[in-house]
């Protein structure tokens, strides 16, 4: 380690010597916000990083010239002539990075392109006008690996997964065998909030985590083609907020916390790795 404690040398085999930088303890640059940022994403293959946050709107920011580009009023409803926002949960490229995806806490999803213009959105429900969409704030979306379908999964009483085609219609609900549904709503997929999906990367698996009663976490593998589940667990070791696959898809990693601040415990901020199952 060299005397300015940030620079490491190493030797070995390879014929060579190799000069490392640690990362840095603290940030090297801040972007702030007006309020709660929910959700981040870099754009493959460019210097922009895209956020989403409280206030309904989507940044763009520069990382090259260390700047703001673009605010976008991604999910703000006008009410008696007020702007109402609504946070945005999820912030997802697409497999080709030409367009990104948002969903929110008022029920919907909309596809954006690279700039920031709406290209579709997948409406909410609507009695008698869209009765598939999500009744409740939409906390996850995921693309599949080819890029034309999407998942999206709900809380509240709803907290079920739909599957979208890139025209705006519901494919199917994956409906979970044991549970009944509450009035008013369709069969749910989770006993709790779904709070992140991820396809395989052959897209035949679809894997969700969320929320337990009991403050314990949700894992379900499901054939989301033939709206099957494969697997399921739950384990006592708070609701499931982060979902990552490893490279290899042999294992993921989770995050955990605790569903509310009424009766918090550390025990529960942790992050775990478990094998998927085949």
């Given at each position: 380690i060299a005397g300015d404690n940030?620079?490491?040398?190493?030797?070995?085999?390879?014929?060579?010597?190799?000069?490392?930088?640690?990362?840095?303890?603290?940030?090297?640059?801040?972007?702030?916000?007006?309020?709660?940022?929910?959700?981040?994403?870099?754009?493959?293959?460019?210097?922009?990083?895209?956020?989403?946050?409280?206030d309904g709107q989507i940044r763009i920011f520069d990382l090259v010239k260390n700047n703001q580009v673009k605010a976008v009023n991604a999910h703000i409803k006008i009410v008696d002539k007020n702007n109402i926002p609504n946070a945005i949960y999820t912030l997802v490229f697409s497999p080709d990075g030409k367009q990104f995806l948002?969903?929110?806490?008022d029920n919907s999803l909309k596809l954006w392109d690279a700039a920031g213009n709406m290209v579709k959105e997948f409406k909410a429900h609507k009695e008698k006008e869209f009765e598939k969409g999500h009744q409740e704030p939409v906390y996850?979306?995921?693309?599949?690996p080819d890029g034309k379908f999407i998942a999206s999964g709900s809380s509240g009483l709803e907290r079920i997964i739909k599957i979208w085609s890139l025209d705006g219609n519901v494919v199917r609900d994956l409906a979970h065998p044991a549970y009944k549904s509450s009035p008013g709503f369709p069969a749910p997929s989770h006993p709790g909030a779904v709070t992140t999906l991820r396809f395989s990367r052959d897209g035949k698996r679809l894997i969700s985590v969320g929320d337990a009663p009991g403050n314990q976490g949700y894992l379900a593998v499901w054939d989301w083609q033939a709206g099957k589940m494969l697997y399921e667990t739950t384990m006592p070791r708070g609701v499931f907020y982060g979902l990552a696959l490893a490279p290899d898809e042999s294992t993921l990693a989770v995050t955990a916390g605790n569903r509310d601040r009424k009766g918090a415990s550390n025990d529960f901020n942790a992050a775990y790795l478990l094998k998927l199952p085949k």
């Open positions: 940030a620079s490491i040398y190493s030797a070995g085999q390879d014929k060579a010597m190799h000069v490392w930088k640690l990362a840095s303890p603290a940030p090297t640059r801040n972007f702030p916000h007006p309020n709660i940022v929910d959700s981040i994403a870099f754009q493959p293959n460019s210097s922009f990083l895209l956020t989403g946050g409280h948002t969903s929110s806490y996850t979306a995921a693309f599949s």
